[in-house]
Nanobody, 125 residues
Framework: QVQLVESGGGLVQAGGSLRLSCAASGRTSSTYVMGWFRQAPGKEREFVVAISWSVDSTYYADSVKGRFTISRDNAKNTVYLQMNSLKPEDTAVYYC??????????????????WGQGTQVTVSS
């Protein structure tokens, strides 16, 4: 089992920044892909970005490219999501997720077996 705990959400004005953290514990392994998803009210959960623990590989949704940056600290088993130039449409509950493997191309939520509890991000206009 892998446990994921997110932190860092909050309220920010449009154009502002936030950094989310996801701490992993339990049966963590280098052969995992970590991802961030988000879900706005009334909408389906959507992929934001993924990173491989073991290789220098990331994959971003077009909607966040150039604004969001994912990074990891292997020693701390923590993944970060730096969100800049936030827009009101970025408002959602953000979830950290994990799945086995190394390739970051798989972005469907159904591929990820482990999820955090979510953290609210609200961007005011």
């Amino acid at each position: 089992q892998v446990q994921l705990v997110e932190s860092g959400g909050g309220l920010v004005q449009a154009g502002g920044s936030l950094r989310l953290s996801c701490a992993a514990s339990g049966r963590t392994s280098s052969t995992y892909v970590m991802g961030w998803f988000r879900q706005a009210p009334g909408k389906e959960r959507e992929f934001v970005v993924a990173i491989s623990w073991s290789v220098d590989s990331t994959y971003y949704a077009d909607s966040v490219k150039g604004r969001f940056t994912i990074s990891r600290d292997n020693a701390k088993n923590t993944v970060y999501l730096q969100m800049n130039s936030l827009k009101p449409e970025d408002t959602a509950v953000y979830y950290c997720a994990a799945r086995r493997g190394e390739g970051v191309a798989g972005t469907s939520p159904s591929l990820f077996g482990y999820w955090g509890q979510g953290t609210q991000v609200t961007v005011s206009s």
